[in-house]
């Protein structure tokens, strides 16, 4: 059974870090398999923020995620991170990873329907 764990949520001042893991098992990630950052703020609709490639390392972010955000992938430990900096109060949200493990070949992967599964979600809470 496949499952994703998200952790390193948390609370944090404006301005700090935090990266978020995501480990997934009961399956293999692919060469052109994805892993995706989501996010949904209270009372919005999910979002997406980053995605990554995994054979390939290919990266693509949503437009408040470049330039702060950084996903990146760690193959032996079938991880992935998002490492995220200069954090505003509006980051806050329930953090969500999801996983494609059909290929990525000519799909949009920043539509949340094009992931097969998804973990539970991790808290992150920003404070001005």
């Known amino acids: 059974q496949v499952q994703l764990v998200e952790s390193g949520g948390g609370s944090v001042p404006a301005g700090g870090s935090m990266r978020l893991s995501c480990v997934a098992s009961?399956?293999?990630?692919?060469?052109?398999?994805?892993v995706g950052w989501f996010r949904q703020a209270p009372g919005k609709e999910r979002e997406f923020v980053a995605t990554?490639?995994?054979?390939?390392?290919?990266?693509a972010y949503a437009t408040s995620a470049k330039g702060r955000f950084t996903i990146s992938r760690d193959n032996t430990k079938n991880t992935v991170f998002l490492q995220m900096n200069s954090l505003k109060p509006e980051d806050t949200a329930v953090y969500f990873c999801?996983?494609?493990?059909?290929?990525?070949?000519?799909?949009?992967?920043?539509?949340?329907?094009?992931?097969?599964?998804w973990g539970q979600g991790t808290q992150v809470t920003i404070s001005s």
């Open positions: 009961g399956h293999t990630f692919g060469t052109l398999s994805a």
């Open positions: 999801a996983s494609r493990i059909r290929s990525v070949s000519g799909r949009s992967l920043h539509v949340e329907e094009e992931y097969d599964y």
């Open positions: 990554i490639i995994w054979g390939y390392g290919n990266t």
